[in-house]
T-cell receptor, first 115, second 112 residues
Framework: DTAVSQTPKYLVTQMGNDKSIKCEQN?????MYWYKQDSKKFLKIMFS???????INETVPNRFSPKSPDKAHLNLHINSLELGDSAVYFC??????????????FGPGTRLLVL | AQSVSQHNHHVILSEAASLELGCNYS??????LFWYVQYPGQHLQLLLK??????LVKGIKGFEAEFIKSKFSFNLRKPSVQWSDTAEYFC??????????FGSGTRLQVQP
């Protein structure tokens, strides 16, 4: 009964490749997020979708493109992978828009290593 | 822009010692505050949260945190740590911008 799930858990790939990470939540939430955790464990928001609509798009290279086919899924596609993209990517969800009085629930993370 | 500071980057304690991890945020308006824990190789789990009301909040596994508005602080405490508390601890704040702003994390190592 995993609430927020991500696939794959680990991803090792070469520079220049294109890869996707998938996220699914079964909590019935309207809002989903992608966070990036760098090598120093610092977590930073990348994107947020509310009911399939993009509501947050931080300063992220346009090689990163989120896609939300429905409100239970938020995938992250990365083109032309670079060494600096190596990180742990966390998906999260919350009930309605990420406003105050909401709690975000996180997935297990996808550890991406670009060689 | 809001920010969150966790001044203790790495804390080493013996079992049964008391724990206090500092968290300060910079934002003058209403905030929601969270502590998340990340056990080795695992995902972020919510320890506790503060939305309003009693500034002393209790979470899971014997953790508690106190919101002191005048000090912009939300420190995490536990009276007696266990080896299983070894993990990374993250303080986070929601100021209504629809995403959490995290601190840089505190690595807690509990020695048996």
């Amino acid at each position: 009964d995993t609430a927020v799930s991500q696939t794959p858990k680990y991803l090792v790939t070469q520079m220049g490749n294109d890869k996707s990470i998938k996220c699914e939540q079964n909590l019935g939430h309207d809002t989903m997020y992608w966070y990036k955790q760098d090598s120093k464990k610092f977590l930073k928001i990348m994107f947020s979708y509310n009911n399939k609509e993009l509501i947050i798009n931080e300063t992220v290279p346009n090689r990163f493109s989120p896609k939300s086919p429905d409100k239970a899924h938020l995938n992250l596609h990365i083109n032309s992978l670079e060494l600096g993209d190596s990180a742990v990517y966390f998906c999260a969800s919350s009930q309605a828009g990420g406003r105050m009085l909401e709690t975000q629930y996180f997935g297990p993370g996808t550890r991406l290593l670009v060689l | 822009a809001q920010s969150v500071s966790q001044h203790n980057h790495h804390v080493i304690l013996s079992e049964a010692a008391s724990l206090e991890l500092g968290c300060n945020y910079s934002y003058g308006g209403t905030v929601n505050l969270f502590w998340y824990v990340q056990y080795p190789g695992q995902h972020l789990q919510l320890l506790l949260k503060y939305f309003s009301g009693d500034p002393l909040v209790k979470g899971i596994k014997g953790f508690e945190a106190e919101f002191i508005k005048s000090k912009f602080s939300f420190n995490l405490r536990k009276p007696s740590v266990q080896w299983s508390d070894t993990a990374e601890y993250f303080c986070a704040v929601n100021t209504g911008r629809r995403a959490l702003t995290f601190g840089s994390g505190t690595r807690l190592q509990v020695q048996p």
